[in-house]
């Protein structure tokens, strides 16, 4: 084995433990859902997580303890969570308009072109319309979810809870 042709340790003690993490929260998620006898909501629920968090990204946790318990609980209740027809426009439209102005976010951001940029806001926007035509409380409150994220406020909550 060659030192200067392998990824450092750290790096891939990284992935590993990412690997790990994306994994203990699929399979608890999947369990969770065939228990309660709604894997199909729980499915969707994650895919629908999964592609905002890719396209999107957002602000994440301290701790990975916190992603897991986070992420498992937001996979698994939303599909529980129903809202009414109103609320899906209203939370749609601010979704909206978070992503157009925040997604993707700053995380993500440096290191893509500004026509690329453009399209990641395009297939996101496009998403939260199909939510709202299709009244889908899942796709709806996984975007108002996301936009929480999304919202650069964590220099606030650092200088207030510091």
Do not use: W
């Not at 937001?74 to 809202?83: A, R, S």
């Not at 700053?106 to 035509?133: A, R």
Request: hydrophobic share 55%.
């Amino acid at each position: 084995m060659n030192p200067d042709e392998t990824a450092s340790v750290e790096i891939m003690a990284y992935s590993i433990m990412n690997i790990l993490q994306i994994s203990l929260i699929v399979l608890i998620s999947l369990m969770l859902g065939f228990y309660f006898s709604d894997l199909s909501s729980v499915l969707f629920s994650m895919i629908i997580f999964v592609v905002l968090r890719i396209f999107g990204g957002g602000h994440h946790f301290n701790t990975m303890s916190a992603c897991i318990i986070a992420s498992i609980l937001i996979v698994f209740v939303v599909p529980y969570i129903q809202v009414s027809t109103v609320l899906i426009i209203l939370f749609s439209c601010y979704s909206f308009i978070i992503h157009l102005f925040f997604a993707p976010n700053k995380i993500i951001v440096n290191s893509l072109s500004d026509q690329t940029k453009m399209k990641i806001k395009i297939i996101l926007c496009t998403l939260i319309v199909i939510g709202l035509v299709f009244q889908s409380s899942i796709m709806t409150i996984m975007f108002l979810i996301q936009s929480f994220f999304l919202i650069p406020y964590t220099s606030f909550i650092k200088k207030q809870y510091s």
